[in-house]
Structures are given as structure tokens and as C-alpha cells.
């Protein structure tokens, strides 16, 4: 693979359900920072981290995240 980018759609989740970034990473645990690289591509989640992002939108964690770019919304 020529990257190692976790590509995600965590800013479209949060946007669609109106959670900020702070809300967010005090459900999950994790400094609200950490939100903000994780969805610039900047960090990858651990598999943990991963799976209660999911847990927490209520969704697939393929829904989340993928190894290839998400195709536009719409």
C-alpha cells in the first residue's frame, strides 16, 4: 500500500449529529485534540479506538473508516 492513511468520515458524523469535538472526546475518553487528528488524517486510530468511535455514531466501523478516500456525499 503506498499509504498508511486511515481516511474517515468522523467531521460528517459529528456535523450530522451535532456534536462538537470537545463532546465527542469527553464520551470517548481521549483529549478533544485528539478529534481534531484524527479527522484531519493527521493520526489512526487504534482498533479500540476505532470501534467505540463506531459504537458511539451507532454505526458499522466501515462506515467510519476506510483504507481508500470515501466518495463524496450527495
Known amino acids: 500500500m503506498a499509504d498508511d492513511v486511515v ?3 468522523i467531521a ?18 481521549v483529549h478533544y485534540q485528539t478529534i481534531g487528528y484524527l479527522e484531519r488524517g493527521e493520526y489512526s486510530p487504534s482498533l479500540h479506538l476505532a470501534l467505540r468511535i463506531a459504537h ?3 454505526v ?15
Open 12 to 29: 460528517v458524523l459529528r456535523a450530522d449529529r451535532r456534536v462538537s469535538r470537545r463532546q465527542l472526546a469527553d464520551a470517548l475518553g
Open 56 to 58: 458511539f455514531f451507532d
Open 7 to 9: 481516511h474517515n468520515r
Open 60 to 74: 458499522p466501523v466501515e462506515s467510519v473508516f476506510s483504507l481508500e478516500d470515501f466518495p463524496p456525499l450527495g
